[in-house]
């Protein structure tokens, strides 16, 4: 069974930028998560999405956003990119039981870096 | 007060030894209790989780689950160098809100 995909895996941008990130999530899951990780804050979790609903946010402010398709695949956007956004981004994804004790698996991540 | 608390390291441990990573948490509404280890400019990789009060045996790891002391802990017995990692805890709430709540991680080493 393939894991989590992501793509892309290294991005490059400019403040005031905006970025678009695709996570692919393991085949027959319709949970995905998606979770910032900087090394002073460690993990934080921005959204999660099940059958193209979100389900749950983050703490984040409105330049990030995300959506989920009906293949369950996933996007996450951020605009207007600010320095501080530099980050790995990590989606991950779960089955489709709703209950709390959901395990993620993660992808490999996309390491954004504004400049 | 973090909702999970962890302590950053390094715990540095020889080869052959028990390692003791500890985990804290802050809500006594929590259910489900996860470690997952993640190596340098890796993702995270989930290796044990627990539910219940007591001990969880896979291998050379153990979760133990204290929910009166809210307290969750990992033993890594015969470490091997390439147990050296980040451990990161990680708490699912009991609200259905759908996200786990990590904690910052500590970084064990593993001495040859």
């Known amino acids: 069974k393939a894991g989590v995909t992501q793509t892309p895996r290294y991005l490059i941008k400019t403040r005031g930028q905006q970025v678009t990130l695709s996570c692919s999530p393991i085949s027959g899951h319709r949970s995905v998560s998606w979770y910032q990780q900087t090394p002073g804050q460690g993990l934080q979790f921005l959204f999660e999405y099940f059958s193209e609903t979100q389900r749950n946010k983050g703490n984040f402010p409105g330049r990030f956003s995300g959506r989920q398709f009906s293949n369950s695949r996933s996007e996450m956007n951020v605009s207007t990119l600010e320095l501080g956004d530099s980050a790995l981004y990590l989606c991950?994804?779960?089955?489709?039981?709703?209950?709390?004790?959901?395990?993620?698996?993660f992808g490999s991540g996309t390491q954004l870096s504004v400049l | 007060q973090k909702e999970v608390e962890q302590n950053s390291g390094p715990l540095s441990v020889p080869e052959g030894a028990i390692a003791s990573l500890n985990c804290t948490y802050s809500?006594?509404?929590?259910?489900?209790f996860f470690w997952y280890r993640q190596y340098s400019g890796k993702s995270p990789e989930l290796i044990m989780f627990?539910?219940?009060?007591g001990d969880k045996e896979d291998g050379r790891f153990t979760a133990q689950l204290n929910k009166a002391s809210q307290y969750v802990s990992l033993l890594i017995r015969d470490s091997q160098p390439s147990d050296s990692a980040t451990y990161l805890c990680?708490?699912?709430?009991?609200?259905?809100?759908?996200?786990?709540?990590f904690g910052s991680g500590t970084r064990l080493l593993v001495r040859p």
């Open positions: 991950a994804s779960s089955g489709d039981k709703r209950t709390t004790n959901e395990k993620l698996f």
């Open positions: 809500d006594r509404g929590s259910q489900s």
């Open positions: 627990i539910y219940s009060n």
């Open positions: 990680a708490v699912s709430r009991m609200d259905s809100s759908y996200k786990l709540i």
